[in-house]
């Protein structure tokens, strides 16, 4: 492999890392070539991120796992994790087993246990790793890992965005960035840069990045930072003595400073500390320029010694300066917009509903067509548009003594505007009163993907000391069924073969009613987990997922209840009600007791 990536590499970014991800984005932009990250996995949040590529604002993917990640975007085989210490290791072992071609880790204090047990499953799977405790990786004009080189400014002065000559790696993420900036201002810049982390077990090492320096033709001289601690320089050494080294190699170990303390030092990471004399930089560096690297004297020597081992292969005829590319403006003022929608849209001379102009659903003349589009952004089957006009019918309305109705009727008695009085009613919709669709929906649909039998499922809900949602009805019995709920599933059987969560709730009504008549599965769980059944067969991925948290059971039941409350409004304007009063002969006054 002669570069880490190139212009075609894409990533998923565990972590929902804002800066960072943007960062990502416009050095893409900048390099002149598509975004590379692919999506974001956020295990807690599903919704998009507002993003910038260039000037032009964008929604990029967000997942809720690697696995999802892997499905949804195979092309993409680098993750860059912004996982915290505690959790860094999942991602790894995670991505490991998916086939990822290359994981940076970027945290911190991820323990050496963990790293190890990392490095030996990369190895066995083919993967490379960079990190932990690295700011990543870059390979110029092509990919890079996150914070990689810094704020725009810095990455254009440090010629990122282009590819040069030299190969770099280093231990330190803050010391390759300044290094960047260095060989930049002394060569033609780095063609690509690797910090492996600072810990004692990285996930890579300084040899296998030089030895793909070492082989790849565009990389003329390479860069090595260390730093005192660990020995792994004296296979530089050798690799130099031997001839596998042959490219001008600068190299440079800090950590000189500690021969003036009196005791051992601990430096910033957690692999810069000498356990013996031979550890120490200054015997590194001594070791490093007698296998015949190119060392300087002090680190303030360092980007002189590369200038004018850039001046002689200059001379020779090995490298020549390239005209840099025209570099496209990143506006300073970029400010995400306040609204987004996904839906709708009003610009040009049309206003359309998911990319159709409203006129198309007109002349249709089908109103849930065009409420297909707004609340799933897609097209339902006729079948099921007829079968959720069946529901919007069966609960328009349940007569006056509801709360979503008696409420809307004193409001209108009290003279409150339409819209005042429907909103009255509309706000005791919850978990009682027309909730119960919802938590139907989600209780047996959860049950019946676990794989949890009819039986256990009603004795769980029995220990938990709960009652089963969409389970009995007041009023109606096996005996004395609901004709609602006997039209719906007629309807619902006769036209949509799989009808899994529908199946289920039907045999724990079968258990219910053998206990009690009237525990029969009713109206409102019949309506949930049907239209489990029959709409997310249908639905886009990202409206699948977020089904039951965007609540559209329940948004089902307020349209259809909102034609019964505005129909108990206008009853009582027409009726010109006077202000009601509840009775008092009605209200258990007092504490209840009978002092």
Not at 123 to 145: D, M, S
Not at 385 to 407: C, R, S
Not at 443 to 450: E, I, K, L, V
Request: with cysteine; proline share 5%; aromatic share 6%.
């Amino acid at each position: 492999m002669k570069t880490l990536f190139d212009k075609k590499t894409t990533a998923i970014v565990h972590g929902r890392k804002m800066i960072s991800i943007q960062r990502m984005l416009d050095f893409d932009f900048l390099a002149g070539r598509k975004p590379s990250v692919a999506a974001i996995v956020d295990t807690s949040n599903s919704a998009p991120l507002k993003v910038f590529f260039g000037t032009k604002e964008f929604l990029l993917p967000v997942v809720k796992s690697l696995p999802q990640a892997k499905e949804k975007f195979p092309q993409a085989d680098v993750i860059v994790s912004f996982a915290s210490h505690r959790s860094a290791g999942k991602v790894v072992n995670e991505g490991i087993d998916l086939g990822y071609r290359v994981i940076a880790t970027i945290a911190e204090g991820v323990p050496e246990r963990d790293t190890r047990t990392w490095i030996v499953k990369a190895q066995e799977h083919g993967t490379i790793l960079i990190g932990p405790a690295t700011v990543g990786a870059v390979t110029a004009g092509a990919f890079r890992i996150g914070d990689t080189g810094g704020s725009n400014d810095h990455l254009l002065a440090s010629k990122l965005h282009r590819a040069g000559c030299v190969g770099y790696v280093g231990k330190s993420g803050g010391m390759s960035n300044e290094m960047y900036r260095m060989i930049a201002e002394n060569s033609s810049g780095i063609l690509e840069g690797v910090a492996i982390g600072g810990d004692r077990n990285p996930g890579s090492h300084l040899m296998p990045h030089i030895l793909r320096y070492q082989q790849n033709p565009e990389v003329k001289m390479i860069v090595v930072t260390s730093e005192v601690g660990g020995r792994e320089e004296e296979g530089i050494a050798q690799a130099l003595q031997d001839g596998t080294i042959t490219k001008p190699l600068i190299a440079w170990v800090s950590g000189t400073s500690a021969e003036y303390f009196p005791k051992d030092v601990q430096f910033g990471h957690a692999g810069a500390w000498a356990q013996s004399k031979a550890e120490t930089a200054i015997a590194k560096n001594q070791m490093l320029k007698e296998a015949g690297a190119l060392v300087p004297q002090t680190y303030e020597q360092l980007g002189i010694l590369i200038k004018k081992t850039y001046e002689k292969l200059s001379e020779k005829g090995t490298v020549s300066d390239h005209m840099e590319p025209i570099i496209q403006d990143l506006p300073e003022d970029r400010k995400h917009t306040h609204l987004q929608s996904t839906i709708s849209d009003d610009r040009g001379e049309e206003a359309t509903y998911g990319g159709t102009p409203i006129s198309d659903f007109i002349k249709e003349g089908d109103l849930l067509k065009a409420v297909s589009k707004l609340w799933w952004k897609t097209d339902l089957s006729p079948e099921t548009l007829k079968y959720i006009e069946m529901i919007l019918t069966a609960v328009a309305d349940h007569g006056p003594a509801v709360a979503g109705a008696h409420n809307a009727i004193v409001a209108a008695s009290a003279a409150k505007d339409t819209m005042s009085a429907l909103c009255s009613g509309l706000l005791t919709i919850g978990p009682r009163f027309g909730g119960a669709v919802d938590a139907a929906a989600k209780t047996f649909t959860q049950a019946q993907h676990d794989g949890i039998a009819p039986q256990e499922f009603v004795d769980s809900m029995k220990d938990k000391g709960e009652r089963i949602p969409g389970i009995g009805h007041k009023i109606k019995s096996i005996h004395n069924p609901d004709a609602r709920v006997k039209a719906l599933l007629e309807y619902a059987q006769k036209n949509f073969k799989d009808l899994p969560v529908t199946n289920f709730a039907l045999e724990v009504e079968k258990i219910t009613t053998a206990k009690k008549a009237n525990l029969i599965l009713n109206v409102d769980g019949l309506i949930g987990v049907t239209l489990v059944d029959v709409l997310l067969p249908q639905l886009p991925e990202d409206v699948r997922e977020s089904f039951f948290e965007v609540g559209y059971l329940n948004g089902i039941f307020a349209l259809g209840r909102t034609i019964g409350i505005l129909g108990h409004i206008f009853d009582q304007k027409r009726l010109n009600a006077p202000l009601y009063r509840h009775p008092q002969e009605d209200i258990l006054y007092g504490d209840g007791s009978l002092e």
